[in-house]
């Protein structure tokens, strides 16, 4: 008998300014939404303020609703060199709490969370709001989209199967296939 999956997941979009956060509940085919919010950055001026920020309540979402995973968002190629090491720090620093909770992570590039929420790789944060809303019947959306965002990495998630970019070779190789599918493969 097949067992029903049944696990909550959290998603993140880093942000130095606001960082987006989703939880959701998988219970076998039903997808539910537990709460989303933005975690606010921008009234903090220190950097390293920002980060302990950032750890400190990743890991309070963490302890509060006990997911089984956590997906994120994947820093994007940016022409401000500056902007892109203080983004990829808060993504390393949401890491760093789950890691710190022995919670498993995965990776997802925009372009990939945005694809798999709308069907395309270049829909607006706009649109990616628009699906979910109607895939989690949320009444209202937030005032700022990067909780949608945020959302939307732990719908990707689910959507993905867990296979983001730190799995990719645990999927599309022939290794996996024959691991996975031991029965088709014709013997000599």
């Keep these: 008998m097949k067992k029903i999956e049944d696990k909550i997941i959290l998603g993140i979009d880093p942000g130095t300014s606001e960082m987006g956060y989703g939880i959701v509940h ?7 939404l537990v709460t989303f919010g933005v975690i606010h950055l921008s009234k903090i001026k220190e950097h390293p303020d920002k980060l302990k920020r950032i750890f ?8 509060s609703y006990k997911p089984d995973e956590m997906a994120i968002e994947a820093p994007f190629f940016g022409k401000n060199v500056q902007s892109m ?33 709308t069907g395309s790789g270049n829909a607006s944060k706009e649109q990616v709001a628009a699906m979910l809303q109607r895939l989690l019947n949320i009444k209202e959306l ?7 965002d945020g959302l939307a990495a732990a719908v990707c998630h ?29 013997q000599r």
Excluded: C
């Design 142 to 148: 937030p005032k700022y989209l990067d909780a949608t």
């Design 26 to 32: 998988i219970k076998g085919k039903e997808m539910t």
């Design 56 to 63: 400190d309540r990743v890991d309070e979402l963490i302890v």
């Design 85 to 117: 090491l203080k983004l990829g720090r808060a993504q390393g620093v949401a890491i760093g709490a789950a890691l710190n909770k022995n919670l498993p992570f995965e990776e997802y590039t925009p372009k990939k969370i945005k694809q798999s929420i």
């Design 158 to 186: 689910h959507f993905q199967g867990g296979i983001g970019e730190h799995n990719k070779s645990k999927s599309g190789s022939w290794k996996a296939f024959i691991s996975d599918n031991p029965t088709k493969i014709k």
